[in-house]
């Protein structure tokens, strides 16, 4: 299978769509035609694609890791997004929209952040762009996650604390929602993930659809062919769309990490919230439950609605790994390569280490999504 | 068929008046269906009753914390039905929630418990045009009128699209924002209110930042009247009992029957 255009009624399989208010839908209607239109003109991606390369740093290298490969089994080999602008693989998609936004006619971004590596990068693009920033982030979130702050106030953005329900990614979310709901004229909603109404689950997979078409080409150089295994951590499903995008029409396994805490699929209740019905932890009433996990970037309780077709289609399979596995696979991963990844990324390193028995001798290729400079404080915590 | 909602606030439209439909969040407070019969005695044409949601994001602060105390005190959707069924309002009454609530439930299940209920309208912010099949399928074979939302960002060509599907009453939202009580009027309000009066006969409520009766009269001088929604709930979390809430609910009535 591939992963398609959902349409302009914005469905994969059961899952998708445009659960807005009115007062949003015009806007969603004309985002999809303007990224149409923009995705089918050269100009646009060119420019798009300049700026990937001279300002974020792509192509992302596509490293492969001998010492670990000896440790685990299998051949083990990363997806470098780790050494983007910014530090994480969030740059692709801000870029896209940013420069689409320009494009719209819009002066100002709105975004939500969990960890703060979407709010950076949403910042970093305002700067470049020299739009006015707001970007709104869970007060707990802002508290573990102080140096994003920073940098985002640095980079000229203002950031605002989500301070209802339980003060993290999904709560920044709302408070986004609602303040785009309020000056929808001037304000492009920069969202963060393959989630919310159609367009953004579309848009944003293919505007990190680049990672997955990179890694392609240098498995094929490597491999000679697609890995065995694609994996990649999943909270709303960014960086994971972006990695399948490039193999969904291949053999290959395609593997989503979880949160143990925040399990969406695992679950498999469906639901609506934040513009699309998808994959969402909840009560038996339909009230949103709260996600728990040691990254603030995964503790989201939904999954873009592409994932869950990709796993009620089993095409994909989506599989949960425990905070204490984090912990390891963060120290295992800076041990035996020199690489610190993201307590996200350290997710899709976990489920390999758990599930090495099965895929001994295969070819394992890891989205390392982003770097673990935000999360040693953190973890020096932890650890001490 | 023209159902409760509709047919009483048309019997309020035919007789010169401006219909009055207050909101208020189910399950706050242990008193709150007495402010239900209050508020219905004060003067009200119909009554939305918000079923909370842990996600409100057409929601201001004021009704968000409705939602999370209502919550916290272990409301849930089937408690506010079971306590409708056993009352006597008076007026007819319309569920709001949001697309989870109905979701989960199911949509056929939720749409004949409303009817069971006697609940005539529902009202789902999060359910757009392109969305409502389902909700609307179920609704018109239980009976319940389905409100629609018209924005002041709707083009010309949905508005009468959003008022054919609409029953009960057609929602014209007042500005570009979430609910919440403004110092003034927006002007988007009576501009949206003259936009859809314009393409339909159905009657036009202005809701979404109506929260005094010196607004609710401006905005009435082009709608068949209004929402009002924060300005009531802040009394409720205010602790203002039923007669307090009657009391602020009356204000309105006077106001719009001076």
Same mark, same amino acid.
């Given at each position: 299978?591939?992963?398609?255009?959902?349409?302009?009624?914005?469905?994969?399989?059961?899952?998708?769509?445009?659960?807005?208010?009115?007062?949003?839908?015009?806007?969603?209607?004309?985002?999809?035609?303007?990224?149409?239109?923009?995705?089918?003109?050269? +100009?646009?991606? +060119?420019?798009?694609?300049?700026? *990937?390369?001279?300002?974020?740093?792509?192509?992302?290298?596509?490293?492969?890791?001998?010492?670990? +490969?000896?440790?685990?089994?299998?051949?083990?080999?990363?997806?470098?997004?780790?050494?983007?602008?910014?530090?994480?693989?969030?740059?692709?998609?801000?870029?896209?929209?940013?420069?689409?936004?320009?494009?719209?006619?819009?002066?100002?971004?709105?975004?939500?952040?969990?960890?703060?590596?979407?709010?950076?990068?949403?910042?970093?693009?305002?700067?470049?762009?020299?739009?006015?920033?707001?970007?709104?982030?869970?007060?707990?979130?802002?508290?573990? %996650?102080?140096?994003?702050?920073?940098?985002?106030?640095? *980079?000229?953005?203002?950031?605002?604390?989500?301070?209802?329900?339980?003060?993290?990614?999904?709560?920044?979310?709302?408070?986004?929602?609602?303040?785009?709901?309020?000056?929808?004229?001037?304000?492009?909603?920069?969202?963060?993930?393959?989630?919310?109404?159609?367009?953004?689950?579309?848009?944003?997979?293919?505007?990190?659809?680049?990672? !997955?078409?990179?890694?392609?080409?240098?498995? %094929?150089?490597?491999?000679?062919? $697609?890995?065995?295994?694609?994996?990649?951590?999943?909270?709303? !499903?960014?960086?994971?769309?972006?990695?399948?995008?490039?193999?969904?029409?291949?053999?290959?396994?395609?593997?989503?990490?979880?949160? $143990?805490?925040?399990?969406?699929?695992?679950?498999?209740?469906?639901?609506?919230?934040?513009?699309?019905? +998808?994959? *969402?932890?909840?009560?038996?009433?339909?009230?949103?439950?709260?996600?728990?996990?040691?990254?603030?970037?995964?503790?989201?309780?939904?999954?873009?609605?592409?994932?869950?077709?990709?796993?009620?289609? !089993?095409?994909?399979?989506?599989?949960?790994?425990?905070?204490?596995?984090?912990?390891?696979?963060?120290? *295992?991963?800076?041990?035996?390569?020199?690489?610190?990844?993201?307590?996200?990324?350290?997710?899709?390193?976990?489920?390999?280490?758990?599930?090495?028995?099965?895929?001994?001798?295969?070819?394992?290729?890891?989205?390392?999504?982003?770097? !673990?400079?935000?999360?040693?404080?953190?973890?020096?915590?932890?650890?001490? | 068929?023209?159902?409760?909602?509709?047919?009483?606030?048309?019997?309020?439209?035919?007789?010169?008046?401006?219909?009055?439909?207050?909101?208020?969040?189910?399950?706050?407070?242990?008193?709150?269906?007495?402010?239900?019969?209050?508020?219905?005695?004060?003067?009200?044409?119909?009554?939305?009753?918000? &079923?909370?949601?842990?996600?409100?994001?057409?929601?201001?602060?004021?009704?968000?914390?409705?939602?999370?105390?209502?919550?916290?005190?272990?409301?849930?959707?089937? @408690?506010?039905?079971?306590?409708?069924?056993?009352?006597?309002?008076?007026?007819?009454?319309?569920? @709001?929630?949001?697309?989870?609530?109905?979701?989960?439930?199911?949509?056929?299940?939720?749409?004949?418990?409303?009817?069971?209920?006697?609940?005539?309208?529902?009202?789902?912010?999060?359910?757009?045009?392109?969305?409502?099949?389902?909700?609307?399928?179920?609704?018109?074979?239980?009976?319940?009128?389905?409100? @629609?939302?018209?924005?002041?960002?709707?083009?010309?060509?949905?508005?009468?699209?959003?008022?054919?599907?609409?029953?009960?009453?057609?929602?014209?939202?007042?500005?570009?924002?979430?609910?919440? &009580?403004?110092?003034?009027?927006?002007?988007?309000?009576?501009?949206?209110?003259?936009?859809?009066?314009?393409?339909?006969?159905?009657?036009?409520?202005?809701?979404?930042?109506?929260?005094?009766?010196?607004?609710?009269?401006?905005?009435?001088?082009?709608?068949?009247?209004? &929402? &009002?929604?924060?300005?009531?709930?802040?009394?409720?979390?205010?602790?203002?009992?039923?007669?307090?809430?009657?009391?602020?609910?009356?204000?309105?009535?006077?106001?719009?029957?001076?």
């Amino acid at each position: 299978m591939t992963m398609a255009d959902p349409t302009t009624q914005g469905r994969f399989g059961d899952f998708g769509g445009m659960y807005v208010p009115e007062t949003l839908v015009p806007a969603c209607i004309e985002l999809d035609k303007a990224f149409r239109s923009a995705w089918a003109d050269p +100009s646009f991606r +060119s420019e798009l694609d300049h700026l *990937l390369k001279t300002y974020a740093g792509r192509p992302s290298p596509v490293t492969e890791c001998v010492n670990l +490969s000896e440790k685990l089994g299998c051949r083990i080999l990363l997806k470098r997004e780790d050494l983007n602008h910014t530090g994480s693989h969030k740059i692709n998609n801000v870029l896209g929209q940013a420069l689409l936004a320009k494009r719209m006619g819009k002066t100002r971004l709105v975004a939500e952040t969990g960890a703060g590596q979407h709010g950076v990068a949403t910042a970093t693009a305002a700067a470049l762009f020299d739009m006015e920033c707001v970007v709104y982030m869970g007060t707990v979130d802002i508290e573990r %996650q102080k140096l994003n702050v920073f940098r985002m106030k640095l *980079l000229g953005s203002e950031v605002v604390a989500a301070e209802s329900g339980s003060q993290t990614l999904k709560d920044a979310v709302n408070e986004a929602m609602r303040y785009w709901v309020s000056a929808v004229e001037d304000t492009h909603y920069c969202l963060g993930s393959v989630m919310g109404p159609h367009p953004y689950p579309w848009m944003v997979r293919e505007f990190h659809r680049v990672i !997955g078409d990179e890694a392609r080409e240098q498995c %094929q150089e490597l491999l000679g062919g $697609a890995p065995d295994v694609v994996v990649a951590c999943v909270g709303g !499903g960014s960086n994971a769309a972006g990695i399948f995008a490039g193999f969904a029409d291949t053999d290959a396994v395609l593997v989503g990490a979880e949160p $143990a805490g925040g399990a969406a699929v695992g679950r498999a209740v469906p639901g609506i919230v934040h513009g699309s019905k +998808s994959y *969402l932890m909840q009560d038996e009433w339909g009230q949103v439950l709260e996600a728990e996990s040691i990254s603030a970037g995964l503790d989201y309780p939904g999954i873009g609605p592409e994932h869950a077709h990709l796993a009620a289609t !089993g095409r994909a399979r989506y599989e949960p790994v425990t905070d204490a596995e984090v912990i390891d696979a963060f120290q *295992l991963l800076s041990r035996t390569e020199g690489i610190i990844p993201a307590l996200e990324s350290a997710h899709a390193i976990a489920w390999i280490a758990n599930a090495r028995d099965e895929f001994q001798g295969k070819s394992v290729l890891i989205n390392l999504s982003g770097r !673990g400079d935000k999360d040693v404080n953190q973890m020096m915590d932890i650890l001490q | 068929m023209t159902g409760a909602i509709e047919t009483a606030l048309r019997a309020r439209r035919n007789d010169g008046g401006k219909c009055l439909v207050p909101y208020l969040t189910g399950g706050l407070g242990d008193d709150w269906l007495e402010t239900v019969m209050a508020v219905a005695d004060a003067g009200a044409d119909a009554i939305e009753i918000g &079923v909370p949601f842990s996600d409100p994001v057409m929601d201001g602060p004021t009704i968000q914390e409705a939602n999370d105390r209502s919550l916290g005190a272990g409301t849930t959707p089937q @408690m506010i039905l079971d306590a409708l069924r056993d009352a006597d309002i008076g007026v007819p009454t319309a569920v @709001m929630t949001y697309a989870n609530v109905v979701y989960r439930m199911g949509w056929e299940r939720f749409m004949n418990e409303l009817s069971a209920t006697g609940v005539s309208g529902c009202i789902l912010p999060d359910i757009p045009l392109e969305e409502a099949d389902d909700w609307t399928r179920a609704a018109d074979h239980a009976g319940v009128e389905t409100v @629609m939302f018209a924005a002041p960002t709707s083009p010309d060509e949905r508005l009468p699209r959003i008022a054919e599907r609409a029953g009960g009453f057609v929602y014209a939202v007042g500005l570009l924002g979430i609910t919440g &009580v403004r110092a003034n009027l927006a002007s988007s309000a009576l501009e949206i209110a003259g936009r859809v009066k314009a393409i339909t006969d159905k009657p036009v409520l202005v809701g979404v930042g109506v929260g005094t009766p010196a607004q609710a009269v401006e905005v009435s001088a082009v709608a068949d009247g209004v &929402v &009002v929604g924060s300005a009531i709930v802040q009394r409720m979390l205010d602790g203002a009992g039923p007669e307090g809430v009657a009391e602020l609910v009356n204000e309105f009535r006077v106001a719009l029957d001076a």
